[in-house]
Structure formats: C-alpha cells, structure tokens
C-alpha cells in the first residue's frame, strides 16, 4: 500500500489523527493570544515563568508556548499528508510532549528555568497528551504499514 495521498484518495487513519492533532494545536495557538480566552493577558509574557496569562484560566501560556503549539499545528498538518510522516508527527511530537512533562516535573516551577512556562495543569495535560499522540502513531500507523515479505 502506498504511503503517499493521490488525488481523490482518501487519508489513511493516522493521516486524519495527525491532521486533527495539528489542528488542535494550531487552534490553541491560536486561542492563547486571544484576550479573554486567555485570562490575565496583560501579563503575558515571551518565555518566562512570570507570565501568569492562563489559557481557559486553567493552562499557564507564554508568547513562546503559544509560538510551539502554533508550530506544532503547522507541522501535524503539513505531515498529515502521508501516512508515514504522520505517523512520525504523531510518534516524534508525542515524545517531545513527554519530555516536556518530565521537564516539568523536574524544574522548580519559580525559576528561570521554567521558561516555556508551565503549571501543574500543563504538567498533566503533556503527559496525557504525549501518550495519546504516541499511542495513535503506534495505533493507527500499524494498521496501515507494508506488508514485508
């Protein structure tokens, strides 16, 4: 089975996952620059941990934390476009987002080094979020490999 779209071919499962996740991460980006949407906007920050600019006044969010999920949106819809690239986005962002829940939980939340910035809430929705894209790349990216022969 070929891993490239062709015109009027249907996207793959793990094509639509990684497109809907890019979506999503595009329309985050999106929200967290958006008063309102984003409480205390006026103490948004670029990257530091003095940003109390809160998405849905639950997710702490920076200038540079809105810039990722914006990228990451660019990039699971552009990778969507063969079932072997998305797969990779949903595998490769997944552990990206695992790291970044590890980083996390190790930082001491007042400091420098919590530059993206992040809260507890951040902390679990990373974890939840590395696991599920990881666990759909595996999923769905199975169901549509080559047969080896």
Do not use: C
């Not at 990881?134 to 990216?141: D, E, P, R």
């Amino acid at each position: 089975m070929a891993t490239h779209r062709t015109a009027g071919a249907s996207r793959t499962p793990v094509q639509q996952a990684a497109l809907l996740v890019g979506a999503v991460f595009l329309l985050v980006g999106v929200l967290g620059f958006i008063p309102g949407i984003t409480t205390d906007y006026d103490t948004l920050k670029f990257a530091e941990h003095h940003s109390d600019a809160k998405l849905l006044g639950v997710f702490q969010v920076s200038i540079l934390h809105n810039l990722v999920h914006l990228l990451f949106g660019f990039a699971g819809i552009a990778m969507a476009g063969a079932a072997s690239t998305a797969r990779t986005f949903l595998i490769g962002g997944g552990v990206i987002y695992l790291v970044l829940w590890l980083y996390g939980l190790l930082i001491d939340r007042d400091s420098g080094a919590n530059f993206v910035p992040v809260n507890t809430a951040d902390n679990w929705l990373h974890l939840a979020l590395g696991l599920a894209m990881v666990a759909l790349g595996v999923l769905l990216g199975r169901a549509h490999r080559p047969a080896r022969r």
